[in-house]
């Protein structure tokens, strides 16, 4: 009868040991069950987190636009007016302008520049597009321009065209190539001064200013 007692306690302890393994056991089985059910939940709110924002960017950014779009002056059919600094009158023109807010410059489309007007000789250039610079006194425009002296049937053709409207003086560094009654001629760079009284051409390297002279025609 005596080792009755050791036995029963062993056996207490066994007993007490897996109840306790099995708690264990259970409360890991619950675990596991939750993390089950949370995890799909957890994925759908991310990813509904993640599309949201990226909604929600793109409207922002679509209404930025807008806002951004409704600051800026439009005006159809514009004639700017102006003197340069010799007392020479010039015109800007263009079919559209848009005034940027920030920067104060016209995005033109559609320029057309009249230079001495009232002179003998009228200078006037289109192109595709340009910028107006009213503060800085300049004018860019390009593509596609075309130079056309009123006075001797000149027209130069050019990628780009630069008016300073201060002095009047055109300049570009594209390329030109003219063509007239007297022949052609091609080079690197131009400067038109006293608003077409005076054409200067320039070659650079390889690249030399080269013209041809046409024939006079025999009477």
């Given amino acids: 009868m005596s080792d009755l007692g050791p036995v029963s306690d062993r056996k207490a302890a066994d007993e007490a040991r897996l109840a306790a393994e099995a708690e264990r056991w259970r409360a890991r089985s619950q675990r596991v069950r939750l993390y089950r059910r949370l995890l799909p939940i957890l994925i759908v709110v991310l990813a509904g987190g993640a599309l949201t924002w990226t909604v929600f960017r793109t409207v922002m950014s679509g209404v930025e ?28 023109g263009a079919e559209g302008a848009v005034r940027d807010p920030a920067t104060g410059r016209f995005r033109l489309n559609g320029p057309v520049l009249r230079l001495n007007l009232g002179g003998a000789k009228v200078t006037e250039m289109t192109a595709d597009a340009g910028i107006y610079n009213e503060a800085e006194r300049s004018v860019t425009i390009g593509p596609n321009v075309r130079i056309s002296d009123g006075g001797s049937g000149f027209v130069l053709t050019t990628p780009e065209a630069v008016v300073d409207t201060a002095t009047g003086v055109v300049t570009g560094d594209k390329g030109v190539e003219g063509r007239g009654p007297l022949g052609t001629i091609s080079a690197t760079s131009y400067a038109i001064y006293e608003q077409g009284q005076r054409v200067v051409f320039s070659g650079s390297g390889d690249n030399k200013v080269r013209g041809t002279i046409a024939a006079a025609s025999g009477g």
Avoid: C, K, T, Y
């Avoid at 800026?72 to 020479?88: K, S, T, V, Y």
């Fill in 65 to 92: 636009r807008e806002a951004s779009q409704a600051r800026d002056i439009r005006l159809d059919n514009p004639m700017f007016h102006g003197q340069d600094a010799e007392g020479r009158s010039f015109v800007i």
